[in-house]
Nanobody
């Protein structure tokens, strides 16, 4: 059973920092792009940041300069470092990864269960 397990959410004050991690587990042949999306109250899910297997990143405009995405391919893990957090960053953050389970199989997207990040004083 393939899983994406997120950790690191919580409550933080405005201006503070928080780190998220997401580890892919199970029988996996290869991992392509990994990333983070978020869905705030009453809002649609939006891109936060993605990172390709070679390290090329794509960061959403609303978090550019404040959030940093990275990955450790040896650990099948993607990270999101969030600095200078604002109340509008409050959302459920979802990990996403494109996985190929066998060499001849197609790569498809998987989602984590989500972790709540609340920015409030």
């Amino acid at each position: 059973q393939v899983q994406l397990v997120e950790s690191g959410g919580g409550l933080v004050q405005p201006g503070g920092s928080l780190g998220l991690s997401c580890a892919a587990s199970g029988t996996i042949y290869s991992i392509g792009t990994m990333g983070w999306y978020r869905q705030g109250p009453g809002k649609q899910r939006e891109l936060v940041a993605t990172i390709a297997s070679g390290g090329v990143t794509n960061v959403g405009d609303s978090v550019k300069g404040r959030f940093t995405i990275s990955r450790d391919n040896a650990k099948n893990t993607v990270y999101l470092q969030m600095n200078s957090l604002k109340p509008e960053d409050t959302a459920v953050y979802y990990c996403n990864a494109f996985l190929r389970l066998v060499a001849t199989g197609a790569r498809r997207g998987y989602w984590g269960q989500g972790t709540q990040v609340t920015v409030s004083s």
